[in-house]
């Protein structure tokens, strides 16, 4: 059984790894909505423009949270991610978290086939491996580390394939391949842990529903795509 389950993710991994960025080529838009302890506190959309081989990625971000009518947790965030073909060329964020200031510029460097990192949790040099941790992008599914999209910080992780499952999101039922990702690190605090469930369409190749539990139980359900 185990040997099975291994070969299946192999598979399903494989078909994900062949896509890149031309998967994408098809898209305009993506909208995702925040939910916590189910309900709606907000919005994550990303906005795709394509110009020959170059892409893209514009990604706005705002959420909520409010206790007894006070505003306890508020997050405004935008960011651009741009591809030519498949290599990410540069990512940019500017986020405003509870009145805090946090930013990421991430730069390639084809000289040297590094990431160069300017953030608010980080200043250095990173893999071309890694991947930005936004959720429009399937890619995370593969990658060994991502970059947190609003500070820059590098987190190795662990992806694990757990089953395929239906969902039922907005009144209609999906056929998805649920992943786990987790830190690779298990020292770190329980604030700085990757530890999500994430659902994948297996026919767009789409991230439908991501799923965390941190002050509360978090979701992320695409609303809509075009």
Known sequence: MKKFIVILFFVLYSSISLAHMAHYNKYNKIEMEIF???????????????KGNETIITNEIKFSVKLLGTTIFNVEGYGEEKYIKNQLISYNSKTLQNDKK???DVIFDKNNNKFNIKGSSYNGE??????????????????????????GSIK????????????????????????????????????????????????????????????????????NYE
Request: charged share 30%; aromatic share 16%; proline share 2%.
């Open 36 to 50: 916590r302890n189910g309900k709606l506190i907000g919005y994550n959309y990303y906005f795709f423009t394509k």
């Open 102 to 104: 946090k930013f990421v």
């Open 126 to 151: 990173a893999s071309i491996d890694n991947v930005i941790g936004n959720w429009w992008n399937h890619d995370l599914l593969q990658s060994k580390s991502q970059i947190s999209p609003v500070s």
């Open 156 to 223: 190795e992780q662990i992806i694990t394939f757990i089953a395929k499952e239906k969902i039922e999101l907005y009144g209609k039922t999906y056929d998805v391949q649920r992943f786990k990702i987790k830190s690779k690190k298990k020292n770190l605090p329980d604030n700085k842990k990757l530890n999500f469930d994430i659902w994948l369409h297996e026919k767009t190749g789409l991230i439908f529903k991501v799923k965390y539990s941190r002050m509360g139980e978090w979701e992320y359900r695409l609303k």
